[in-house]
């Protein structure tokens, strides 16, 4: 298996413009986690899904934020619009389970102008 | 709220020694999970543990758990350049989700 596919690697973009982050959980996984990580917060979890379904999205900072899982193979993370206190590491993961293991993607490194 | 907190945030040993990280978490878990991250890339699973359990070994790695005093340790022995990273324990609560501390930043010197 190919593991946790993200796209892009690196976005830099300029405020106010619209962020789409992509992400390929692994094949079989029923969990899809987004998180994001900055060196003054850590590691966040912004939403996470359980069989498609958004279960807790309470992490999400705010309606500029949303995320959508349309199948079991593929989530969106959208920013719009997009600010500078954005810019971190966003990084998606998947699991069997919601409390199993966690397979990380590389992440994609946001930066907003 | 933030469940698992690493201690200490830094540290840094020579080539061979061993390295401990400790982490310790609020409420009742399931199980902890320690995970490591080397620069620039995404966190890999590193070892389980479950509540009922005590003590786990996976290599050159040793993990211990303590529910009564709800923390849990991490042991490298004989340590290598090339474990050099950041570390995090992980826990799950009452809705079953992750949450990972801030991590330990390991150096180690060769």
């Known amino acids: 298996d190919a593991g946790v596919i993200q796209s892009p690697r690196h976005e830099v973009t300029e405020m106010g413009q619209e962020v789409t982050l992509r992400c390929k959980p692994i094949?079989?996984?029923?969990?899809l986690f987004w998180y994001r990580q900055t060196m003054m917060r850590g590691l966040e979890l912004l939403i996470y899904?359980?069989?498609?379904?958004?279960?807790?999205d309470s992490g999400m900072p705010e309606d500029r934020f949303s995320a959508k899982m349309p199948n079991a193979s593929f989530s969106t993370l959208k920013i719009q619009p997009s600010e500078p206190r954005d810019s971190a590491v966003y990084f998606c993961?998947?699991?069997?389970?919601?409390?199993?293991?966690?397979?990380f993607g590389p992440g994609t490194r946001l930066t907003v102008l | 709220s933030q469940q698992g907190e690493e201690d200490p945030q830094a540290l840094s040993i020579q080539e061979g020694e061993n390295a401990t990280m400790n982490c310790s978490y609020k409420?009742?878990?399931?199980?902890l999970q320690w995970y490591r991250q080397n620069s620039g890339r995404g966190l890999v699973h590193l070892i389980l543990?479950?509540?009922?359990?005590r003590e786990k070994h996976s290599g050159r790695l040793r993990v211990t758990l303590d529910t009564s005093k709800k923390s849990s340790s991490l042991l490298i022995t004989a340590s290598r350049a090339a474990d050099t990273a950041s570390y995090f324990c992980?826990?799950?609560?009452?809705?079953?989700?992750?949450?990972f501390g801030k991590g330990t930043l390991l150096t180690v010197n060769p």
């Open positions: 993961a998947s699991s069997p389970g919601t409390a199993d293991t966690q397979y």
């Open positions: 094949s079989g996984h029923n969990s």
């Open positions: 899904f359980n069989n498609n379904v958004p279960i807790d």
């Open positions: 409420t009742s878990i399931n199980n």
């Open positions: 543990i479950r509540s009922n359990e």
């Open positions: 992980a826990t799950d609560g009452s809705n079953y989700k992750l949450t």
